[in-house]
């Protein structure tokens, strides 16, 4: 399997690096993960709606450079369907079984995600109604899919 993180923004917190190098590390017996970082958008405070969409949609058109057809996209929203580490772990499963051997996770910037590439997903997951920053998430998926395949391997893991 094959999957991909896109997030926008760089990551410049060391922490946060070295917890998702170290579940890369432990993902590689598992899957080829790869993790594109697309710029994001100079977004000063005080915007209008018209200008945030703008900043969403030059996001949007930099994250779907980077989706081709073939893959199944999964997009982290709020408003998404909430799942237990044993449900994702199941999707991830199901998605392997029917054929899906590339699976693009996307992470948006401060604004969230555009309508173009909401529109691409086939579905939108949400780790919360919270909101984190995008640079938290991706520690926080990475485990998950880390935990996803210890889960479906019926291997160890601390619940």
Do not use: C, W
Not at 15 to 39: F, H, S
Not at 112 to 132: H, I, P, R
């Amino acid at each position: 399997m094959k999957i991909t993180i896109i997030s926008v923004g760089k990551l410049k917190e060391k922490y946060l690096k070295q917890g998702i190098d170290e579940y890369l590390k432990r993902l590689t017996a598992y899957a080829n993960v790869n993790i594109i970082e697309v710029p994001d958008e100079k977004a000063p405070e005080n915007m209008s709606p018209a200008e945030e969409e703008e900043v969403k949609n030059k996001e949007g058109k930099k994250i779907l450079a980077h989706i081709s057809q073939d893959t199944y996209v999964i997009t982290l929203e709020i408003g998404g369907k909430m799942l237990t580490s044993e449900q994702l772990a199941e999707k991830l499963d199901s998605l392997a079984t029917y054929g899906n051997s590339k699976i693009a996770f996307v992470i948006g910037g401060s604004l969230g995600l555009s309508d173009e590439v909401k529109a691409a997903s086939k579905f939108a997951l949400s780790f919360s109604k919270m909101t984190f920053p995008h640079q938290l998430m991706r520690l926080v998926l990475v485990e998950q899919v880390y935990r996803s395949f210890r889960i479906n391997r019926g291997e160890p893991y601390h619940k």
